[in-house]
């Protein structure tokens, strides 16, 4: 009966250190995950911004115009015939 126990106890012990190497390898698979959100949300915002920046250095005007004018001057422009045949042109 004690060597049974004394087993027992030692393949306990065995396995509560293996949740804890599954534990903090499943925090660190989190973590990397979180990192490259981050990353391509940042991603993402450099290119809106940069765009927004491009649009304004080409017409100085639309940075004088509020957001609701700006969305409908943009709906106008890209749905223009050529705007869209430029917009689905491969080369774009």
Not at 45 to 63: C, F, K, M, N, Q
Not at 76 to 84: A, T
């Amino acid at each position: 009966m004690g060597k049974e126990l004394d087993e027992l106890r030692r393949e306990y012990a065995e396995n509560e250190a293996k949740l804890q190497q599954y534990q903090h390898r499943a925090k660190r698979l989190e973590q990397r995950k979180q990192y490259y959100e981050k990353g391509e949300r940042q991603k993402h915002v450099h290119r809106l911004i940069t765009r927004g920046a491009t649009v304004e250095s080409i017409v100085p005007e639309v940075g004088g115009h509020g957001e609701a004018e700006f969305y409908q001057l943009a709906g106008h422009i890209f749905f223009l015939p050529e705007v869209k045949a430029l917009l689905l042109w491969e080369g774009m």
